[in-house]
């Protein structure tokens, strides 16, 4: 295997997984509905951090849900802050179910494999193995931009309670450079022992407690359940 077929099947077996990863940022079981219903209750309870949190679960797995839009729009409208517009390349490679998605990648290797071993074996049936091939490598090419859109999700956080400092370092007593405003949503750096080290949307960095913070891909815990 060439080196740039073996960097080629490495690609895509890495955003197989990052796709199914977006499978699951809840328990097992979870359906994008459900969270949906969980995120209304937390928006009429008046708990904005915990609607937007589930929101943006349901989101994960129902993409391109309108209601799931614009109820965590509303959302974050009414906690001031603001939402930034999907651009063109996040609208066009989050349209399927992850599940789908991260098969459509496995189905469009199968093809494009077929249509090369199928041109070494013989010649005849060109048409269709550069149709199998071009199948193939679209269905790649969609694997691939969901993942690239996906990563950053697994990187980001929201903020859960009302005016969480930001400290300079990461232990309770450190000094606070700012405060965040619940239903922010963060990019998750490092952690250290219960803090988190984070990155606002204004580039501003310091340390969270863990308690005031939930990743918006839920983590397994240490023994292995969700």
Known sequence: MTSRAR??????????LVSHARA???QSGNSAAALYNLANSYARAGKPGMAVLNYERASLLAPNDSDIDTNLRRVRSSARLATEPRGWFERVFTIA??????????????????????GRI???????????????????????????????????????????????????????????????????????????????????TGWVSRANLAPVVAQPAADGSP
């Not at 960097?7 to 197989?16: D, E, Q």
């Open 122 to 204: 013989t010649s005849r049936h060109r048409w269709m193995r550069v149709a199998a091939g071009a199948l193939g490598a679209s269905l790649i090419g969609m694997t691939v931009g969901n993942g690239v859109v996906l990563w950053p999700k697994l990187h980001e956080g929201v903020v859960l309670t009302a005016e969480t400092p930001v400290l300079v370092s990461p232990v309770p007593m450190g000094d606070a450079l700012f405060v965040l405003p619940e239903a922010e949503t963060v990019r998750m750096l490092s952690e250290h022992e219960s803090f988190v080290l984070v990155r606002t949307r204004a580039g501003r």
């Open 97 to 118: 179910n992850p599940n789908l998605t991260s098969w459509a990648g496995v189905i469009g290797l199968g093809l494009l494999g077929v249509g090369v071993l199928a």
């Open 7 to 16: 960097l080629a099947l490495l690609l895509i077996m890495l955003t197989v």
């Open 24 to 26: 699951a940022p809840v």
